[in-house]
């Protein structure tokens, strides 16, 4: 992808900017905002809230460079994939007591970080770019670190809180970076 | 709105067309089902899912046709507004056991079943109408009529859940039924 000079980021987050910024300069690429509002649908999979909005704005149709737009969201294999896709909003509702209360004490605690990230090239179409993150939810909240979800889920492996760890040490298994790695391997080629 | 001869209706449930069809005959109306893909987006009120889809739809840009779409939902007090417009979903996942876990024992059990419905006229943009059934969360599941939250929701006034009345009753206090009441009254004039 050597004649792509500019990509365009939609996210009105500051933090997402320069961490794809950092990931992307290497490649010599620039990367912008793009201030567009991008329509999210209600949906079961991170997949089609990222292809039916680039389908949507697509179909408006006067976005001629490329862009990526990603989503994430926590996913509780004993709650049926809740809050998945509507992560923000039922942290802003219910919380992270919320969730607690849902778990109750049951043993079956397994979950999952996941982003997906679409790219969309003008002719193109859309590619999708995948990370997740294995873990359980813990019994009670813990740490002071990060944001959202982070002082009640324990990665895979470890035993503290994403809330418990510094910025790199959670970093180093982020969903969000290994979404952002397979855009840069596919970006890096040809 | 004597020049309206048909409308159309945008759902995939044959209970709801039922339902407005019979509102609608008496104004010498029909009513015809609309297949066609309404794009749900995430948003806080039931008001914005409507307003967007339409929108969504009125820019895609061949419908000539007067059409009606509703959405709705249960909005709990104490949980935020919780699970709003992503109760269908909320409820494949967690379900009545979930929101009952939830509430636990506290005591502020206040909560609304709330149906939004727009309208939209060819050249004249779309007009919301809105229906709201006031009730409290029970502290356990009661009843088999009905379907979804029924058996977890109490109407003001009442001691029985929505699933252990009847039909006839229930619909007496229907929020969809008022919303209906709006569309047809506004439909009527002139």
């Known amino acids: 992808m050597k004649d792509i000079r500019t ?17 992307l300069q290497p490649l010599g690429m620039e990367v912008k905002l793009l201030k567009r509002n ?13 292809l039916k909005g680039m389908d949507i704005i697509n179909k408006e149709g006067d976005i001629n460079e490329p862009f990526v737009k990603d989503d994430s969201g926590l996913f509780i294999d004993a709650l049926g994939g809740f809050p998945g896709v509507y992560s923000s909003y039922v942290h802003r509702t219910i919380g992270n007591r919320g969730i607690l209360d849902l778990m109750g004490d049951r043993n079956d605690r397994g ?9 969309y090239l003008p002719g193109k179409g859309v590619s999708l770019f995948r990370g997740e993150c294995r873990g359980m939810i813990s019994y009670e909240e813990r740490g002071k670190q990060g944001f959202g979800y982070d002082p009640i889920f324990i990665p895979e492996g470890r035993s503290m809180t994403f ?16 979404a952002i790695r397979g855009l840069v391997e596919y970006l890096s080629r040809g």
């Open 7 to 23: 990509i365009y980021l939609l996210t009105g987050n500051m933090g997402k900017f320069k961490e794809i910024d950092r990931w």
């Open 38 to 50: 991008f329509i999210e649908t209600q949906a079961d999979h991170l997949e089609e809230v990222i």
């Open 111 to 119: 979950a999952a970080f996941r982003t997906v990230m679409g790219l």
């Open 163 to 178: 809330a418990e760890m510094s910025v790199e040490e959670k970093n180093a298994m982020s969903h969000r970076i290994k």
